[in-house]
């Protein structure tokens, strides 16, 4: 999945901003509905508790919807954030970026003046796409698991990692 961006908005708010409205819709829907369908399952489970007197397995799964949710929502949200470095040279770096993607054999999927979003890895269900907007001196990275076309909270961690070694690569050659 490709996403589309408007590199302008994105740069002026340092998170990803798609160029649609309608790009993160179903993201919404779908982390939306498990949570309309665990809340569901909740209150059916506190009147069958009340009814017959349980009330043990309420409170482990009150536990889990307040742990795991809260955690989605924010991991959703802070995916987006652009990780900001700067840099001396433009070219300089977009050549160590096009030399880091033929060493790792990434896919490029989009390549201008401004943006290149790459893809890492062609693994099905999941796929991981990195974009690098350069701007007046100043490369902004983000790293974005999809799975079957919406982003994917579960690998947020693992992205954030991703980027920030990214990153120390990058500065190593570009300080070099």
Known sequence: MLLKIDVEKS???????PSSRTSYLADYLFYGSIALIF?????VKLFQSLINQTDGDILIIFIIILAVFPLTLINLLNM????VLDINDKLKTKQHIHKLISKNNWNIHKDTDETLII??????????QVTFIIKDKVLYINTMTFGKGIRSTLYYNSDKQFSESIIEELKEKINT
Request: hydrophobic share 45%; charged share 40%.
């Open 11 to 17: 740069i002026e708010k340092k998170k990803i901003i």
């Open 39 to 43: 809340i569901i399952a909740f209150v």
């Open 80 to 83: 987006t954030k652009l990780k």
């Open 119 to 128: 893809e890492t890895a062609l693994t099905f269900p999941r796929e991981r």
